[in-house]
C-alpha cells in the first residue's frame, strides 16, 4: 500500500497527488521518509509500537522534530563552496560525517542479525556504530566486520561483576569508545507499546493476528528463532532465559542507585574514551563535565523514558557554553534530514547520532538500507551546506541560524 505525505502547501486538496516510495529499489527512496513508509508498509504493528512509539503522552518525541523546525537558515551567497565536505573527525579519526549510529536494542525484531547489519552499514559509509548492551549480536561477532568503528554501550544491572566483564569483552574485541546510558534505570511508561503487549510481554492476540499478516517479516525474523540477549544471557538465571523473561529480569535488575560515584568505577576501569549519554539537565552537563568523562551525549532516550521532557536541541548552545572547547559534545533526537546535523553543528554540538533513521534503513532493506539512510543523510548535508552559503563545517555557527519559535510546526 502506498503511502501519502502529509498535505503541503505545494498542494491544493491533494492535487498533485503525492506518494512515498515504498518499493525495492534502495536508491529511489529520496528521503529518510520513504525508508520510514517502506518500514511501515513490511511490520506489522506491534514491532511499529515498538520502533516508533515514545512514553506517555509521547510529547518528549514530538518535541524533538518541533525543536529542529523552531531554527531557521540565514543563507550567505556569493561564497566559494567548490570544495564543501562533510567529513570531520571523530576521536581523533576522520569519519564520512560528524554522526554515529546510535545503540539500539533488540534489532533482531526488526531483522535476523540486525546489529550485524547496522554495523555493516555504517561500516561502509565510514562512521562509528555504538552496539547496546541489549543487542541480540554477540559484541565479537559485530567486531569482525572489516573496517568497522565499533563503540559499545553498557547499562548498569546486577552486580559490578556484569558491567566490568562486559567492558572486559568490549575491550578485548577492540571497541574504541565505551557509552554509559544514564537515564534508563526506570523504564519508561510506553503506553502504546504495551497495549500490543500482554503483561509478561508476549504480542497480544491482535498483535499476533496482525503479525502473520506480514509474512516477509517473519521470514526475515522470527522464522530463524526467537532472538536472545547474546551478551548477557549468560548472566541470567536458567530459569528466566527465554526471550520475554529475560527481557523483564534484565530490566528488574536496574539499580535505581545508579550515581556519579559508578560513573567514576566505570571511568577508572576503562582506559579509552568514555561518554555518557541521556543529559537534559544543564546541572548534570556541569556535573559531567567535571567528573572525567571524555565526551557528553545529550538527549532523551528517543523520547522513550520521560515524557514532558525538554529535547537536546533545546538546551545544545547553554551545554556547550558550560563544556567550552575541553568536552566532546554530542546530541541524539529527532536526526531525520540533513539540515537536522547542520542545524545541531551550527549550535555547538560536535557530532549527533541518529537510531530511528537508521533502523528505518535496516527495515526497509538490511545493510544496504541502512547505508542508503546514512547517504541520504551525507548527500543532503553536501545539498544544504552549499544552499547555506558554507565552505566546511568549520564555518557553521549560531549566527547561520534564528530561532523562531511561533511558526507552526509540523512533526514528520
Sequence with gaps: MAVRPRSSVAQ?????????????????????????????????????????GGAGEEATVRREREAFAEWRFQPHILVDESNRSTKRDILGREAAMPLAIAPTGLNALFLHRGDTALAQGAARMGV?????????????RVAEIEGLRHWWQLY????????????????????????????AQIFGDREWNSRTRYPGGWPTLAAMLDAARHPRWAAATVAHGMPEFSNVIDFVP??????????????????????????????????????????????????????????????????????????????????????????ALYMSGGIRHGTDIIKALAL????VLTGRAALY???????????????????????????????????????????????PVPVV
Aim: proline share 4%; with cysteine.
Design 12 to 52: 491544493m486538496d491533494g492535487s498533485p497527488p503525492r506518494r512515498y516510495y515504498t518499493g525495492r529499489n534502495l536508491e529511489r527512496a529520496r528521503a529518510i521518509a520513504d525508508l520510514r513508509a517502506r518500514t511501515h508498509r513490511l511490520m506489522p504493528r506491534f514491532v511499529l509500537e515498538y520502533l516508533e
Design 128 to 140: 562509528p556504530y555504538i552496539q547496546s548492551t541489549m543487542s541480540n549480536d554477540s559484541i565479537e
Design 156 to 183: 548498569v544491572f546486577g552486580g559490578e561483576e556484569v558491567w566490568q566483564e562486559l567492558l572486559r569483552r568490549a575491550d578485548a574485541a577492540g571497541c574504541e569508545a565505551l557509552v554509559l546510558t544514564t537515564n
Design 238 to 327: 536458567k530459569d528466566k532465559r527465554s526471550f520475554f523473561d529475560s527481557a523483564t529480569w534484565i530490566r528488574e535488575q536496574m539499580p535505581k542507585t545508579l550515581s556519579w560515584d559508578d560513573v567514576a568505577r566505570i571511568r577508572a576501569r576503562w582506559p579509552k574514551p568514555f561518554f555518557v549519554k541521556g543529559l537534559l539537565n544543564l546541572e548534570d552537563v556541569r556535573r559531567a563535565r567535571d567528573s572525567g568523562v571524555d565526551g557528553i551525549i545529550l538527549g532523551s532516550h528517543g523520547g522513550r523514558q520521560m515524557d514532558w521532557a525538554v529535547s537536546a536541541l533545546d538546551i545544545l548552545p547553554e551545554a556547550r557554553e558550560i563544556v567550552g572547547g575541553a568536552t
Design 348 to 351: 555547538g554540538a560536535d557530532a
Design 361 to 407: 534503513g535496516l527495515c526497509a532493506g538490511g545493510a544496504d538500507g541502512v547505508y542508503r539512510a546514512l547517504d541520504i543523510l551525507r548527500k543532503q548535508m553536501m545539498n544544504e551546506l552549499g544552499q547555506a552559503g558554507m565552505a566546511s563545517l568549520d564555518a557553521l555557527s549560531p549566527a547561520l541560524l534564528r530561532h523562531m519559535p511561533r511558526i
